[in-house]
């Protein structure tokens, strides 16, 4: 049974099969807790005030099919999309659903995106971070435009100023988000950015996060190449 007034916190990882790092990483870090808990002092009491859940894979079946060393990849034959050959990351409800009933938002949705849409919606999260591969960066809401907005620069949510301090928490603490010579490929001033800002996305799961439940949700890209050797 859930404890009153105790935050619950997720993790999730490898939504594209061919982005592994922060698969890995959660499973490290879902050890370190285990063997932490009562011998390191930091982690029981994060422990005993936090109701952790950790999710290291949405995508094993990408993740077959992924291949180490690859460091780019963006269909089914490389493992980003699911077995249904779909993009995870575009398969949730958006904006556009907030006014149909819960089964009509369930139609059409891959497995796993319904299985992460019962999880999302069945408890009252508050935090969240969802580990990608392919930049260096933390990323917050929005990553979607509105009909109404202009389609470029950043979209703001009501809660941008507490997003961008998220990210730029994640981002201060990491050892080299904040290095622009890590990753090339992109610039991202203090190794942040606004989703859309970035390129805006249609049916991310960070976006249906913070429409459709209280979570604030983060996405965080820690690796340039997406399946990097061991």
């Given at each position: 049974q859930r404890e009153l007034l105790k935050p619950k916190v997720r993790y999730s990882g490898n939504m594209h099969g061919n982005e592994p790092v922060g698969r890995e990483m959660l499973n490290h870090f879902a050890e370190v807790l285990l063997r932490g808990y009562g011998r390191v002092d930091a982690i029981t009491e994060l422990l005993?005030?936090?109701?952790?859940?950790?999710?290291?894979?949405i995508n094993p079946d990408g993740f077959d099919r992924g291949e180490e060393?690859?460091?780019?990849?963006?269909?089914?034959?490389?493992?980003?999309?699911?077995e249904g050959d779909r993009d995870l990351n575009r398969d949730f409800p958006t904006w556009r659903e907030m006014n149909n009933s819960i089964d009509n938002m369930?139609?059409?949705?891959?497995?796993?995106?319904?299985?992460?849409?019962d999880l999302i919606l069945s408890e009252p999260w508050v935090l969240s971070a969802n580990f990608h591969d392919g930049a260096v960066v933390a990323s917050y809401p929005y990553d979607d435009y509105r009909d109404d907005q202009k389609q470029r620069g950043?979209?703001?949510?009501?809660?941008?100023?507490?997003?961008?301090?998220?990210?730029?928490?994640?981002?201060?603490?990491?050892?080299?988000?904040?290095?622009?010579?890590v990753c090339t490929?992109?610039?991202?001033?203090?190794?942040?950015?606004n989703g859309a800002d970035w390129y805006?996305?249609?049916?991310?799961?960070?976006?249906?996060?913070?429409l459709f439940s209280n979570?604030?949700?983060?996405?965080?890209?820690?690796?340039?190449?997406?399946?990097?050797?061991?």
């Open positions: 005993d005030n936090t109701d952790i859940t950790i999710i290291p894979t060393g690859v460091c780019s990849g963006a269909d089914y034959k490389t493992g980003r999309f699911n369930y139609l059409n949705r891959q497995p796993e995106t319904k299985a992460m849409m950043i979209h703001k949510t009501p809660d941008h100023q507490f997003f961008k301090h998220l990210a730029s928490t994640y981002a201060t603490n990491h050892l080299t988000m904040m290095n622009q010579s490929r992109w610039w991202f001033e203090d190794g942040i950015t805006p996305l249609n049916g991310g799961m960070q976006d249906f996060n913070y979570d604030m949700e983060i996405t965080l890209e820690l690796s340039c190449c997406k399946y990097p050797r061991k």
